[in-house]
């Protein structure tokens, strides 16, 4: 996958976003018994939506999702 190209032979720059350390739950508690993915971000305008779980690692990918969208 990482050498994976565009059509002009031009390479892609990957951004990896992390997994929640602890599994994820719905907002009635409910254990999905999977890990939750910050890869569902939406973009709108000047706005970045992303999924916050209550997790350490909430901050560390709205930090890299801030590099990338300044």
């Known amino acids: 996958m990482d050498a994976a190209t565009d059509l002009n032979g031009k390479s892609y720059n990957f951004v990896y976003l992390p997994l929640t350390q602890s599994n994820a739950y719905t907002t009635s508690g409910d254990d999905l018994g999977s890990k939750g993915s910050y890869v569902n971000f939406y973009t709108v305008n000047s706005v970045v ?3 916050s779980y ?6 560390v990918a709205q930090q890299i999702l801030q590099s990338i969208y300044p």
């Open 54 to 59: 209550n997790d350490p690692n909430d901050q």
């Open 49 to 51: 939506m992303m999924s």
